[in-house]
């Protein structure tokens, strides 16, 4: 595609249930981000995959948060148990691998936990 | 760590008059630091970036490594550049996008 897309745009679910987002990176790049933006918040790191590398976990809130990149391309996060301060609008991004290039956004999905 | 610092969360400014957006970054390398942009309703895109030295929508950032700050400046803001500003530091190896916390502009008629 011509761009990082991510479905679904908007996801309402309810508190204790699992959630899956889905993330499809520009082809070709190796580098994939999760963030997270909550309401009047900056950005949020959760995740960084990086070619053949284990993935940079380290913004990860809690141990129902997880994600995996499949073939080195599409990623899926996922948040078991959703909690409401969970609520917000997930970003992916890509990258080509190289430390002075751009990153390019999804359109992000909207999580609402009620 | 890398770490980098938007004290502002807010600036209002008026059409016509200059803007500043404050950056500040901890590292102990040679970062290459990165502004993005987020208008309403639109994604996350880059604004401009430290190696190319470029002016875009008129803006321009210096990076200032003994200050280690990287601060965002325009001379003559427009209505049309009220947006989310975050100011990133990518380090060489490992390439990992570290995101201030942002600032919010917004310019009054």
Not at chain 1, 55 to 67: E, H, I, Q, T
Not at chain 2, 48 to 66: C, M, P, V, Y
Not at chain 2, 78 to 102: H, I, R, V
């Amino acid at each position: 595609g011509a761009g990082v897309s991510q479905s679904p745009s908007n996801k309402v679910t309810e508190k204790g249930k699992d959630v899956e987002l889905r993330c499809d990176p520009i082809s070709g790049h190796t580098a994939l981000y999760w963030y997270r933006q909550s309401l009047g918040q900056g950005l949020e790191f959760l995740i960084y995959f990086q070619g053949n590398s284990a993935p940079d976990k380290s913004g990860l809130p809690s141990d129902r948060f997880s994600a995996e990149r499949t073939g080195g391309s599409v990623s899926t996060l996922t948040i078991q148990r959703t909690q409401q301060e969970d609520s917000a609008v997930y970003l992916c991004a890509s990258s080509l691998a190289r430390w002075d290039t751009e990153a390019f956004f999804g359109q992000g999905t909207r999580l609402t936990v009620v | 760590a890398q770490r980098v610092t938007q004290p502002e969360k807010l600036l209002s400014v008026f059409k016509g008059a200059p803007v500043e957006l404050k950056c500040n970054y901890s590292y102990s390398g040679s970062p290459e630091l990165f502004w993005y942009v987020q208008y309403s309703r639109q994604r996350l895109q880059l604004l401009l970036r430290h190696i190319s030295r470029e002016s875009i929508k008129g803006f321009t950032a210096d990076l200032n490594k003994g200050e280690t700050s990287f601060h965002l400046k325009k001379p003559f803001a427009q209505e049309e550049d009220s947006a989310m500003y975050y100011c990133a530091l990518s380090k060489a190896a490992g390439n990992k996008l570290t995101f201030g916390g942002g600032t919010r502009v917004l310019v009054k008629p």
